[in-house]
């Protein structure tokens, strides 16, 4: 089961780049790497997924290492209403593989 | 395209009661999730269907929780009897299914908040 680790919270200012680390130390070949955010009162909306190097769509960027232990999202230019909590998420479709970690509150200030 | 439904949205009842939370998932999606999320916490995934069969339930509480999905449509959790520690989110997701090469994302729904008193 790939567990992944994130920071807990982090701050930024709004028009600032922001970057989430995460860690899946155990990620297995079928894996894909996917990042979710979530607002309060909601479920968690899809904002990027990558196998490997990176992928960027009109969002964030996805960056991941050639070992892929480790996946970086990257928000260019945020604005109080990215304030949320991030996930990261190995996944393979497989069940088995659906571990949430604990996320990353983002609180961007003005 | 429309969103996964779940109904209701809030839900309050007391332990030793029973509760029902009934999902729609988009059309054409033939994988199904149900998901616990507690307060502060990640999701949790308690069940996963592949049309109306079950994929994985290794961890529903199975002795008071149980889920179905008749005709590979909707699908309904129920918990009986209910327990404060069931306070929390119920997420419905649900994806199209690919076999082999990339995954697709799961499409969440809003929720059903379940307060046990």
């Known amino acids: 089961l790939a567990k992944t680790t994130q920071p807990i919270s982090m701050d930024s200012y709004e028009g600032q780049e922001v970057n989430i680390t995460c860690s899946h130390n155990n990620i297995a070949t079928n894996d894909y790497i996917t990042w979710y955010q979530q607002f309060p009162s909601q479920g968690p909306r899809f904002i990027i997924q990558g196998y490997k190097t990176k992928v960027t769509n009109e969002v964030a960027s996805l960056f991941i290492p050639a070992d892929r232990k480790s996946s970086t999202l990257s928000l260019p230019r945020v604005s109080l209403s990215d304030t949320a909590v991030y996930y990261c998420l190995v996944d393979s479709g497989s069940a088995r593989q659906l571990t949430f970690g604990s996320g990353t509150q983002l609180t961007v200030l003005p | 395209e429309a969103g996964v439904a779940q109904s209701p949205r809030y839900k309050i009842i007391e332990k030793r009661q029973s509760v029902a939370f009934w999902c729609n998932p988009i059309?054409?999606?033939?994988?199904l999730y149900w998901y616990q999320q507690i307060l502060g916490q990640g999701p949790k995934l308690l069940i996963q269907?592949?049309?109306?069969?079950?994929?994985?339930d290794s961890q529903l509480p199975k002795d008071r929780f149980s889920a179905e999905r008749l005709k590979g449509v909707d699908s309904t959790l129920k918990i009986q009897p209910a327990k404060l520690e069931d306070s929390a989110v119920y997420l419905c997701?649900?994806?199209?299914?690919?076999?082999?090469?990339?995954?697709?994302?799961?499409?969440f729904g809003p929720g059903t908040r379940l307060t046990v008193l």
């Open positions: 059309s054409g999606h033939a994988t």
């Open positions: 269907f592949q049309n109306n069969g079950v994929v994985d």
């Open positions: 997701a649900s994806r199209t299914f690919k076999a082999g090469g990339p995954t697709d994302t799961q499409y």
